[in-house]
């Protein structure tokens, strides 16, 4: 498991209209999923906030200003096994429109191995989906339906290097061009790194996500572990299209894990 598990506890308020970001709420890096997995058990608790950066819309919306979102769900560890892990979730989204909220529901589910579980020096592994539901066009979050899979290597000094791709719903990934043409595919990368010679408590990363979509974004995220099982991510999120994802947003992301 990631050794700077998002959390603490905090409510926030949402406002302004609907827009298609998306969110990777399984056990994550910063925006894409990570090879990080619940161990047998745990309970997992987000809420994650996503605020804009500007006021100006960037996606048409009647009310001026892109929506802000915020996410709470859990994730349970499912599997006692030791090479084997998996872990099952849904989150609650808020986007304060309408739109958004007639889906707010939507599942997550992550199978893997840890680092040197397999063999000696053999990555991490991680297969799994998220933001399952009904695929809706609009660009709902809910029913994006993406399928992912990734590796990941922690070396000497540098950090842990993760890499691999996600394929999505043509259907929710319709950016008006007709679902045949949909930009629903890319890769996913990123880098991470607890920060021993500062502090322990103290972990930085960044991660992005490929494609031309309501998807695609570069991530910048630092976090801080108030406790064992206590810390929060402050992060930047940076859309590569944002006529479809909208403004750039400033991230919070809290959790708490039990035991």
């Known amino acids: 498991m990631k050794k700077m598990i998002k959390t603490a506890a905090a409510v926030f308020t949402c406002v302004g209209a609907f827009s298609g970001m998306a969110f990777a709420t399984p056990s994550t890096q910063i925006w894409i999923p990570s ?7 745990s309970l997992h608790l987000n809420l994650d906030t996503y605020f804009r950066a500007s006021g100006v819309s960037k996606t048409g919306s009647v009310t001026g200003r892109d929506a802000n979102t915020i996410l709470v769900g859990p994730t349970i560890g499912v599997l006692p096994f030791e090479k084997i892990q998996a ?6 989204v808020v986007t304060g429109t309408e739109a958004g909220d007639n889906y707010p529901f939507m599942g997550h589910f992550k199978v893997g191995t840890a680092e040197d579980s397999l063999f ?3 990555p991490a592994l991680a297969v799994g989906m998220y933001n399952i539901g009904n695929s809706h066009k609009l660009g709902m979050m809910s029913g994006q339906n993406m399928v992912y899979g990734l590796a990941a290597r922690t070396l000497p000094v540098v950090g842990r290097i993760s890499a691999g791709g996600y394929a999505g719903s043509k259907i929710s990934f319709d950016d008006g061009r007709g679902a045949d043409t949909a930009q629903n595919t890319g890769v996913l990368l990123s880098w991470d790194r607890t920060m021993t010679e500062i502090s322990d408590k103290l972990w930085l990363a960044v991660d992005y996500q490929g494609g031309n979509n309501v998807n695609g974004s570069v991530n910048f995220g630092v976090s801080w572990a108030f406790s064992k ?5 402050f992060g930047y999120d940076v859309y590569k299209e944002k006529a479809l994802a909208g ?3 400033f991230t919070t992301q809290v959790d708490i894990n039990w035991p």
């Open 247 to 249: 403004n750039n947003t």
């Open 120 to 122: 000696t020096y053999s």
């Open 87 to 92: 872990e099952v979730g849904f989150d609650y």
């Open 229 to 233: 099982n206590v810390s929060v991510i």
């Open 35 to 41: 090879t990080d997995i619940q161990g047998y058990q």
